[in-house]
């Protein structure tokens, strides 16, 4: 018996493929849950979620955001998942750093995918001192 070359479709390709297996990284990256606006309270956790394919990197200003990673005692941490999580929101009286808008952007060797902006806000009705 002769095996046949498996034929399949996948995102709008034809694949031909003889026993190799296809892998996330030969498939342009692309952004699968996008990242969603958040008001939260000063102090508090919060989550940015980002599902990207494969790899993510998050951006705000344009700078890319330090996180775990980068700064062991950072307060914000990259999931496994690609999302963003921060231990708390810092708001000091004279300096909002995480109070941004935030992309999470996917790379590999064929490109990379931007997600949309998400902002992430303090809530002011329930911050005593918050205004100062």
Known sequence: M???PAHFYLF???CLCSGSRLHQEDFPPRIVE???DLI???GEP???N???TPTVEWYKRGERVETDKDEPRSHRM???SGSLFF???VHGRKSRPDEEVYVCVARNYLGEAVSHNASLELDLNNCKNCRE
């Open 2 to 4: 002769i095996a046949e």
């Open 12 to 14: 709008g390709l034809i």
């Open 34 to 36: 996008h990242p969603s």
């Open 40 to 42: 939260v309270s000063k």
């Open 46 to 48: 919060a989550t940015l």
């Open 50 to 52: 980002c599902r990207p």
């Open 78 to 80: 990259l999931l496994p």
């Open 87 to 89: 231990l708390r929101i």
